[in-house]
């Protein structure tokens, strides 16, 4: 699933209108490619597992877990049948072992409603998230982004956002909070988009 194409074109005119500056990523990076990941379970299992560690790492963690639990799928209940050794076994840490017996305690019981989030404002999301052991502000805004395709979330804590500003528009330290929210301004209400070319455009350099 993607983002609608006629809304994708909406927001990028928006966003070559409001902002010069973005105009020229825009340009340089190219199309808009975000697929977004439907798995909404998967991927909060995913955020855990990569925390503090490098991608390939994560991703060689997450493919030993998941064959763990196949052919079924990675689902509260099948992680929560397997013993912390197994899950040990294939490189979980002891820390984030607890982070995901929580998320997954906390979906199967409900206090976790994954399959009616979506309905839910940003700010309602990100609340019911950061409940969950191991999952704060930054996370549940990815989640938003990257699963529920909310348009317009600025993850101002990200290195990645900030570092990729301060080149962008020639700052001479990285910005913060308040520089942030200024320079996206004119991207309301497409700051998710925006932040997507400013991702991209560091894979440039």
């Not at 809304?7 to 966003?15: G, K």
């Not at 799928?73 to 040990?88: C, H, R």
């Not at 052991?133 to 990257?146: D, H, S, V, Y």
Request: glycine residues 6%.
């Amino acid at each position: 699933m993607s983002i609608p194409q006629a809304t994708v074109q909406r927001a990028l005119r928006h966003l070559r209108r409001a902002d010069p500056v973005l105009r020229d990523v825009i340009r340089r990076v190219g199309p808009f490619q975000l697929k977004l990941q439907r798995d909404r379970f998967a991927v909060l299992v995913r955020s855990i597992i990569s925390q503090q560690i490098s991608t390939a790492a994560a991703r060689t963690i997450r493919a030993r877990l998941e064959g763990l639990v196949a052919p079924e799928p990675t689902s509260p209940e099948n992680l929560l049948s397997l013993t912390d050794a197994k899950l040990k076994s294939v490189g979980v840490s002891p820390q984030k072992l607890g982070y995901i017996r929580d998320l997954c305690e906390k979906v199967s019981a409900g206090e976790v409603t994954l399959r009616t989030i979506g309905r839910k404002s940003d700010e309602a999301v990100i609340e019911e998230l950061t409940q969950i052991r191991g999952i704060g502000r930054w996370t549940a805004q990815m989640f938003l982004m990257f699963s529920l395709g909310r348009l317009d979330v600025l993850p101002h804590d990200d290195l990645g956002i900030r570092s990729n500003i301060r080149t962008i528009y020639g700052l001479d330290e990285m910005p913060s909070k308040a520089v942030c929210e200024e320079l996206a301004e004119p991207w309301r209400p497409y700051a998710s988009i925006a932040c997507w070319y400013c991702w991209r455009h560091g894979d440039l350099e």
